[in-house]
Nanobody, 115 residues
Framework: QVQLEESGGGLVQAGGSLRLTCAASGSRFSIDRMGWYRQAPGKQRELVATITNGGSTTYANFVKGRSTISRDSAKNTVYLQMNSLQPEDTAVYYC?????????WGQGTQVTVSS
C-alpha cells in the first residue's frame, strides 16, 4: 500500500508563493506519474500539474507560467512551486501518484490565498 504525505499548504496573500511537497512511501514498484490536483468548494477536482518518471510535465492552463512541478525520484517525492498566487487558487490540493495501474491520493493540503 502506498502512503502519501503532503505538506506546504497554508495561508498566503495574493501575489505570494507556496511550495507543496508530497512524499510517497511503501511502493514495491517504481512510481510512474506523480502530480497535483485541486478541489475548490463546490467544484470538481481538477488537474494542476503532473510529471512522469521521465521528467515530462503537464500543466493546467491556469498555472502555466507561474508554477513548476518537479520530482526527486530517489526520494519518491514531488514538489509544486506556486508563484503569483491569486484568491481563485484557494482550494484543497491533493497529491496523486500512479504505480502500475493504480492511483493513490493524499489526504490533501489546504491552500488559502487572501486578497
Amino acid at each position: 500500500q502506498v502512503q502519501l504525505e503532503e505538506s506546504g499548504g497554508g495561508l498566503v496573500q495574493a501575489g505570494g508563493s507556496l511550495r507543496l511537497t508530497c512524499a510517497a512511501s511503501g511502493s514495491r514498484f517504481s512510481i510512474d506519474r506523480m502530480g497535483w490536483y485541486r478541489q475548490a468548494p463546490g467544484k470538481q477536482r481538477e488537474l494542476v500539474a503532473t510529471i512522469t518518471n521521465g521528467g515530462s510535465t503537464t500543466y493546467a492552463n491556469f498555472v502555466k507560467g507561474r508554477s513548476t512541478i518537479s520530482r526527486d525520484s530517489a526520494k519518491n517525492t514531488v514538489y509544486l512551486q506556486m508563484n503569483s498566487l491569486q484568491p481563485e487558487d484557494t482550494a484543497v490540493y491533493y497529491c496523486n501518484v500512479q504505480v502500475l495501474y493504480f492511483n493513490y491520493w493524499g489526504q490533501g493540503t489546504q491552500v488559502t490565498v487572501s486578497s
